[in-house]
């Protein structure tokens, strides 16, 4: 496409500073009288661009040139930057290449001040897995997925890939699950395995947005008062964001909501050198009943 062909004359432009009319016909495997005339077709939409005759002459843009503020703005430019630099972090998209380029013709050199890794640590397979959501949800074609489910069963199932959801520290996928007939959420970590097939699906028959907005919404919840010893107030700033108060003795005093499931008593177990009290007394009683079993042990 002519579109491309200009576009990438610009970049060449950029990183090699001047070439001939005939080398960018033979990359482009289009004839010289083509690229002039793409040089006045740029040179019509204000790109800085000319040719100098005779020896070391060539294709040259203007020094200094990056794309025009008018079609992009600098804020924009750097939102654009972040978001690829973010995205390379991650190592889960392959935006070197494309970071690289628009660095080029944004004219910013700084690509290379975010360092992320949303990676779980016992899950050596997550890039590729990763990957294959991606292009399964680019091409809408259903995936066949080994999954370990919560009561720790391997399940196999078709689904329809719609969308990847960061939430509390865990990646998951929302996804139509062919056998349930339903949007399902599926923890990243506990995919074992996934197959693209070529058997397509439009994305469009799915409400997604709304699915979304539902999710990681919990019912029955019960409201935990923690009293901690003050030592621990380093991790407490981090995990409750000043939501906590400070008694007349020291402690520190939480309240939250949560579900009680296995996770309440693991991250409750993660205090236990810290804890004073716990409300409801049920809860403090069942505690103490898991640190008995691990004294056995």
Not at 22 to 51: C, H, W
Not at 187 to 196: A, H, M
Not at 259 to 280: A, F, G, K, M
Request: charged content about 30%; some cysteine; overall charge positive.
């Amino acid at each position: 496409m002519k579109s491309d062909r200009l576009f990438n004359i610009i970049y060449i432009l950029l990183n090699k500073k001047v070439v001939t009319a005939k080398e960018l016909a033979e990359k482009f495997e289009v004839s010289t009288r083509t690229i002039y005339r793409d040089v006045d077709t740029l040179t019509m939409a204000g790109v800085p661009i000319y040719t100098d005759k005779g020896a070391g002459g060539g294709i040259k843009l203007l020094e200094d040139y990056v794309l025009n503020q008018s079609i992009i703005s600098s804020d924009e430019k750097s939102d654009i930057i972040l978001a690829l630099d973010m995205l390379r972090a991650t190592e889960y998209s392959n935006t070197s290449d494309t970071l690289h380029k628009l660095s080029i013709l944004f004219g910013s050199n700084n690509t290379d001040y975010v360092d992320i890794d949303l990676s779980d640590f016992n899950h050596n397979n997550q890039k590729e897995i990763f990957e294959i959501i991606k292009k399964s949800i680019s091409s809408s074609c259903t995936v066949i997925m080994s999954y370990r489910s919560y009561n720790k069963k391997e399940i196999t199932r078709e689904i329809c890939p719609l969308k990847l959801v960061f939430k509390k520290q865990r990646w998951y996928l929302i996804a139509f699950c062919k056998l349930r007939k339903d949007i399902r959420t599926f923890r990243i970590s506990r995919i074992r395995s996934l197959e693209i097939t070529n058997k397509r699906f439009d994305n469009k028959d799915y409400k997604v947005d709304d699915y979304s907005i539902e999710f990681g919404k919990t019912s029955n919840l019960i409201k935990i008062k923690l009293i901690l010893k003050k030592d621990c107030i380093y991790r407490v700033e981090e995990e409750f964001l000043g939501n906590y108060i400070i008694d007349k003795n020291d402690n520190i005093i939480i309240t939250f909501e949560s579900s009680e499931d296995r996770y309440l008593y693991s991250y409750l177990l993660s205090y236990l050198d810290y804890i004073v009290d716990v409300e409801p007394l049920y809860i403090k009683q069942n505690l103490k009943e898991k640190v008995k079993k691990i004294l056995l042990i």
